[in-house]
């Protein structure tokens, strides 16, 4: 699912550039992020927001590409 906008808080996340990040959570719901400038500190913000909402994050991908897994790292998702 697509991050509108409207539910973003951080004025850089309104502007132009950045990165693409998808965060799979383990309960299989998928958020899509665009226009991100730090994607650790991105990740690190959403995973203090939403706590165990939609469960654990099991999966981060930057522009497609899987950086960071919770089977295969033993560090925070947004140590990336």
Do not use: C
Request: net charge positive; proline share 5%.
């Amino acid at each position: 699912m697509k991050v509108g906008d409207q539910y973003r808080t951080n004025p850089l996340s309104h502007t132009p550039g950045g990165h693409e990040v998808a965060v799979v959570y383990s309960s299989g719901k998928i958020f899509e992020y665009d226009k991100v400038k730090k994607p650790g500190s991105y990740v690190k913000a959403i995973s203090i927001k939403n706590g165990d909402e939609w469960g654990t994050i099991a999966q981060i991908k930057v522009d497609g590409v899987s950086v960071w897994r919770a089977t295969t790292h033993n560090t925070n998702p947004w140590d990336i």
